[in-house]
Nanobody
């Protein structure tokens, strides 16, 4: 059974930075693409960024975070990361990581990011 645990969220001022972590267990981490999503109050869950398996050389971002967010992975730590810079109030949301394994989606519990002065 895959298990994902996000951490690193918090309250930050506009223009600030946070680094989110997604630690996994129960899977051979290097084999899987990893994806970050977010859900703001009253809105649908939104895809944010993805990184390919193994070396993670392939990355993709939603337009609203391009140039500000960086997704990465450390296969030795079984973890994925989301470095978020130049944060804006619109980035306020609960952030989730997800892995698809054997046709099933596995999600973490989420970590709250609040961008406010």
């Amino acid at each position: 059974q895959a298990r994902l645990v996000e951490s690193g969220g918090g309250l930050v001022q506009p223009g600030g930075s946070l680094r989110l972590s997604c630690r996994t267990s129960g899977i051979t981490f290097s084999r899987y693409n990893m994806v970050w999503y977010r859900q703001a109050p009253g809105k649908d869950r939104e895809w944010v960024a993805a990184i390919g398996s193994n070396s993670g050389s392939r990355t993709e971002y939603t337009d609203s975070v391009k140039g500000r967010f960086t997704i990465s992975r450390d296969n030795r730590q079984n973890s994925a990361y989301l470095q978020m810079n130049s944060l804006k109030p619109d980035d306020t949301a609960v952030y989730y990581c997800k892995v698809k394994r054997a046709g099933n989606d596995y999600w973490g519990q989420g970590t709250q990011v609040t961008v406010s002065s």
